[in-house]
């Protein structure tokens, strides 16, 4: 088990410092300038409001005057002591403006996620369970739905119907839990449909497995062999699926805290990307990066308790 | 004496993709007594696991199963959902194929025995666990407490065919269907299991099916034998009658093509120059964190004269296979050397491909799918540009000839063709070098018996036309008929070797003995009228049945 | 062992399904839409102001309605459908042939390289898909193009570690085997065996990642990082509705309905070729 752990974290060190060495590559991959595309804040044309003297100033601000190799040393020293340098935009120190904003956001994210669990397991449960081939096949197509709504889209349906038309939950703004409500349920929903199908499948494939066949041979009915047996084998394929999940509801919130009018990352990130505030941009890829490397880690010691096939270190 | 399962016309079909549904089996009646071991035997597609799964009530999506099985006088076919429970795992129970997918991976093994008791409330919590054992230990499993609480993957293939005969028994079944009960395992561990799961359900007046691919195992274990083909019964009767004096042509080319336990080898030893030298082999698969390391080949000498044919014989695990691929060039020895006599090459040389050539068991996958057969074929002929496109076309046509196969055939894609069809594909490919040496891998352990004997002739053939051969293999009958000389593997070691009849007939090491001994089929062996006197003659009568 | 294969998984007949069909259909019409707009839609996306039904609701003159402008929504949909899916196959296209060739470089060449190119894959998988594609287009630029470029970068994962996969399935059947010991050459092997026998399982994932393109590249037009006004493009369209959310229905609807009803035809279609491989 230790040597496990020590294993994951090693690998979890060398993922969070490949997400620090791109975050600071893709600065120097800019094709332009960098400091050039800052001051011209649009579309990366040259500067034309700036001064030599401003970029300059800024050039050795972001200490793009050093040598490559200097300043990604000089990168990493202050990523690992928790300077994630300043908001070209607003100025203040960017792990400031990410504290402000990641509250929210995993507020948010939580309780989508806890939604999206439960709505897949129970569409998967009806798709398998419910009498009737029709009725399970109609269950089945509804959950590719979720797949394919553009959340963009589904958030604004979710704010006409439910603000406009039936005036049950406020359109914008993050006031208490009222204002939560169609946030979380459109990113519950895209996600509700990917393990709505992953469970589905993992559920008809189990079904297949010679050892339902021997469940059925012992006499016991569907249901038991569904919730007996097949669940736990079908869950393992959705489980290694969270880390991607999580990235999803990370990449949905970009676009559910923009159009709900929400403070958060995912708000932040789109405001970084329009002002190209690389500072802000650098540190949002090393905390995703950071938070799905965490996040793997959860997900593996959760597989080991539903896969105990792993505590005994057999290859599966 | 009434009969306790009683099938009557029985028919299943399966939607297929496209046109009509396949019929897999068209009108087969058949009864087993109380206590009676009744076992079906018959080829690929001869229906045998569908009628097995008819009985246990198993049906996919686009199955159709007409007819009439009854036990005790109970119709099972069209049983409502709801009745199953009073009927399977209690009255019916199966002993299946396949002991780790049979088993769900992720609970413990006593939980699934147990869980028979539970479903039929039988008994629950910790009675129904003391229950559980003890059927674990009447089927064999030796420190049942101990393993009780294992996971499947964490037993031996036998450990784990034990607990599905527990689980089988554990409801105090009439009937016990059996299917291919053993074909996964090896076979001194085959022997132990059908040993135990025979003398459980003798003491206990069970009756058995017992459905399998190999008439050994029929002819050592049953009362009655049903020979099924294309989903009919071609022959049926008491064992010892039905396999040793078969009355149907289909029925008596099925017995022909087995090769018996004591049967007259094909190919004589020859003294040729030496050939093919090995020494000192060894390759040890490095374990991964946390197990100990495979010492999968120990210490190996293997010497094989120009012309020569020498069977590498073991169960799983104890080296042969890796020894073949070391012995191609697809596995580097941690130590020793193979060397190839006249000229020198080395495994991985051009000159040593150019002479030694491949023969792998699954005739299925040793075809690139994407490409027709005779671009297989001459693909090695083409890697070393041997000639221009008309000499290949002549060559591709020699070797089609050489094994027996029309011409026509080269332009067809592998899945259009049998098994028994690529296995001479393979071949052909092999041959088109015009090698000095053939190495086997288990050529024939996933064909039908008539399709194998046919290989193994053609194989025992191409040896008199001077062709050498290696062949790696489980089965010790097949080695006897087609190697002259036999090296037998335990653990990476060579326990014994010499000429095929000697290690056989009178083998020397304890452990050579012990799988001598597991061989089945000694019930009925009768070698003098067994074994055709020639191999050609063998081929006509299986050929005349098709 | 002779086993017969009775429970050899069938699968299920997906092409004669009634969705099947309607995908192909619908797919056709969206790819003469992007091919020919000006064949489909009655008016000009841009420039045809009809002032006297402006912000008009679905009608039989204008059946998705018009916009605060007037312009006819349909035909703006119509063209949209040019820039939107030439952006999603610019992108498939680019992690395709980026992701394939590493993922077969990574499954055949082993060792360092492999560990290599899936560390690299592993780093990129860490950073949800469209965080890194704003990442992208925040240091390209704004643009369709850029768009695309940025999209098809971040997909490239999932394309390195199929073809990885497969090549790594491909190598350890004995063909392959049999195709060393024939004496045939790394390059041949690759090109012969290896790829057309990936192709397949690579395609099918072009096609699952061709809907998630069409998605992605909506979304980061929607935020403002694609198409500029007036040139119609689908999720910025949808975002150009939100303002008259509360009064104009039809200007967010129509184009979402759109974009929903492609992906869910190329998914569907995709899974039917899988299913048929299988």
């Not at chain 3, 630029?141 to 073809?163: E, H, K, Q």
């Amino acid at each position: 088990m230790t040597a496990f752990l020590l294993r994951r974290v090693a690998q979890m060190v060398v993922v969070l410092w490949g997400a620090i060495t791109l975050s600071f590559a893709l600065v120097h991959l800019v094709p332009g300038d960098p400091v050039r595309i800052m001051l011209g804040g649009g579309s990366g044309e040259t500067a034309a409001s700036a001064s030599p003297e401003q970029e300059a100033a800024l050039r050795s601000q972001l200490g793009l005057d050093q040598p490559l190799l200097l300043q990604y040393l000089g990168f990493l020293r202050r990523v690992l002591t928790g300077d994630l340098g300043q908001s070209y935009s607003t100025g203040q120190p960017v792990t400031a403006s990410i504290g402000a904003g990641l509250g929210s956001t995993v507020q948010l994210g939580g309780t989508a996620i806890l939604a999206a669990v439960l709505l897949g397991l129970l569409f998967a449960l009806a798709g398998v369970l419910l009498p009737g081939r029709a009725v399970r096949s109609v269950v089945q197509s509804v959950t590719v739905l979720g797949v394919a709504v553009p959340s963009f889209w589904l958030a604004v349906v979710l704010i006409q119907v439910f603000s406009f038309t039936l005036g049950w939950f406020p359109a914008f703004g993050s006031n208490g839990v009222q204002s939560l409500v169609l946030p979380a349920l459109t990113l519950a929903l895209v996600t509700a449909g990917t393990i709505a199908q992953l469970l589905t499948r993992g559920l008809t494939d189990a079904l297949g497995e010679p050892y339902a066949d021997t469940a059925r041979s012992k006499g016991l009915g569907r249901s038991r062999i569904v919730l007996g047996h097949a669940l736990r084998n079908a869950s393992i394929p959705v489980l290694t699926m969270v880390g991607m999940m999580v990235g999803g509801i990370l990449s949905g919130a970009v676009i559910v805290e923009t159009v709900y009018g929400r403070p958060g990352i995912g708000r932040l990130f789109v405001e970084g990307v329009r002002a190209h505030d690389f500072p802000l941009i650098q540190a949002l890829i090393i905390l995703t990066g950071g938070l799905f490397v965490v996040v793997t880690l959860l997900v593996d010691l959760a597989y080991r308790w539903v896969d105990p096939r792993i505590r005994t270190g057999v290859p599966a | 004496m009434t009969d306790l399962l009683r099938v009557r016309d029985l028919r299943v079909s399966y939607a297929s993709r496209r046109g009509a549904p396949v019929q897999a089996v068209r009108g087969v009646d058949l009864t087993v007594a109380p206590g009676e071991v009744v076992a079906l035997v018959g080829e690929s597609g001869s229906g045998k696991t569908s009628i097995g799964r008819a009985v246990l009530g198993l049906h996919r999506r686009g199955t159709t199963v007409t007819g009439s099985i009854t036990l005790d006088g109970r119709e099972l076919v069209g049983l409502p959902e709801r009745r199953r429970a009073g009927v399977y795992g209690t009255a019916v129970t199966v002993v299946p194929q396949d002991p780790l997918a049979a088993l769900n991976p992720l609970h413990p093994v006593v939980r699934q025995v147990s869980e028979v008791l539970r479903v039929h409330g039988l008994a629950r919590g910790a009675a129904a666990r003391d229950l559980a054992i003890d059927a674990l230990r009447l089927a064999g499993l030796d420190d049942a407490e101990h393993l009780a609480d294992r996971l499947p993957h964490e037993l031996s293939g036998g450990q784990r065919q034990r607990v599905l005969i527990a689980m089988a028994v554990v409801g105090g079944p009439r009937l016990i269907v059996a299917d291919e009960p053993t074909s996964a395992l090896d076979v001194t561990v085959q022997r132990r299991i059908l040993d135990h799961l025979d003398a459980l359900v003798r003491r206990s007046g069970t009756s058995m099916l017992l459905i399998t691919h190999d008439l050994a195992v029929a002819a050592d274990r049953a009362d009655r034998v049903v020979v099924l083909a294309d989903g009919a019964v071609l022959e049926e009767g008491p064992a010892r009658t039905v396999l040793t004096a078969p009355t149907t042509p289909g029925a008596r080319a099925l017995v022909a093509a087995v090769p018996g336990p004591s049967s007259i080898p094909l190919v004589a030893p020859v003294d040729g120059a030496p050939l093919l030298t090995a020494t000192g082999l060894r390759h040890v698969y490095p374990g991964r964190r946390g197990t100990p390391d495979t010492v999968a080949v120990d210490g190996l000498d293997l010497h094989l004269p120009a012309g020569g044919t020498l069977g590498v014989v073991g169960e799983s695990g104890s080296g042969k296979t890796s020894t073949a691929r070391i012995l191609l060039g697809l596995l580097r020895p941690d130590a020793g050397t193979v060397t190839l006599h006249g000229p020198d090459a080395r495994p991985g040389d051009r000159a040593f491909t150019r002479r030694v050539q491949p023969v792998f068991q699954d005739p299925y996958s040793s075809l690139d799918p994407a490409h027709p057969v005779g671009v297989s074929i001459l693909e090695p002929w083409r890697a070393r540009r041997s000639g221009g496109r008309r000499a290949a076309r002549a060559r591709l046509g020699e070797v089609l000839d050489q094994v027996r196969l029309p011409a026509a055939i080269a332009a067809r894609r592998p899945h259009e063709l049998s098994g028994g069809q690529l296995q001479r594909v393979a071949i052909a490919r092999a041959l088109s070098i015009r090698p000095d040496l053939l190495i086997c891998d288990e050529p024939v352990s996933s064909l039908d018996v008539t399709v194998q004997a046919q290989i193994l002739d053609l194989l025992a053939d191409l040896h008199r036309e001077g062709l050498a051969y290696l062949f790696v293999s489980h089965d010790l009958a097949v080695v006897r008929e087609i190697c002259a000389r036999v090296l037998v593997m335990h653990r990476g070691r060579v326990v014994e070797q010499g000429e095929t009849v000697r290690v056989f007939d009178a083998p020397e090491h304890p452990y050579t003995r012990e799988l001598v001994a597991a061989v089945p089929g000694r019930a009925v062996a009768q070698p003098s009228s067994r074994t055709p006197p020639t191999t050609s003659a063998r081929s006509q009568a299986v050929e005349a049945a098709r | 062992m002779s086993v017969e294969t009775l429970v050899r998984r069938r699968p299920v007949v997906r092409w004669a399904a009634p969705g099947a069909v309607a995908s192909v259909l619908l797919l056709t019409v969206v790819v003469l839409w992007a091919a020919l707009p000006g064949l489909f839609a009655p008016y000009d996306p841009v420039s045809d102001l009809d002032a006297a039904h402006a912000l008009s609701g679905p009608s039989t003159q204008h059946w998705f309605g018009t916009d605060l402008l007037g312009r006819d929504l349909y035909s703006r949909v119509v063209h949209g459908a040019r820039l939107s899916v030439s952006a999603a196959l610019i992108a498939v296209l680019v992690s395709l042939v980026i992701g394939s060739a590493l993922g077969m470089l990574a499954g055949y060449a082993g060792r360092g390289v492999d560990t290599v190119i899936m560390r690299a894959t592993e780093v990129m998988v860490a950073i949800p898909g469209l965080l890194l594609s704003l990442a992208f287009v925040s240091i390209l630029g704004f643009g369709v193009t850029n768009v695309a470029l940025a999209v098809g970068i971040a997909g490239i994962p999932s394309f390195v570690r199929i073809a990885r996969a497969e090549t790594l399935r491909i190598t350890s059947r004995p063909y392959f085997d049999a195709a060393r010991c024939a004496g045939t050459g790394h390059l041949v092997t690759l090109v012969r065996h290896v790829a057309p026998n990936a192709v397949g399982p690579v395609l099918v994932l072009a096609g699952l990642e061709l809907g998630g393109a069409i998605l992605s590249v909506a979304a980061l037009s929607f935020l403002g990082f694609g198409a500029v006004p007036p040139t119609p493009e689908w999720g910025s369209m949808v975002s150009e509705g939100r303002t008259h959310l509360a009064t104009a229905w039809w200007l967010t609807t129509f184009p979402g309905a759109v974009v929903a009803a492609t992906v869910l035809a190329t998914n569907r279609l995709s899974r039917g070729v899988r299913g048929a491989n299988r």
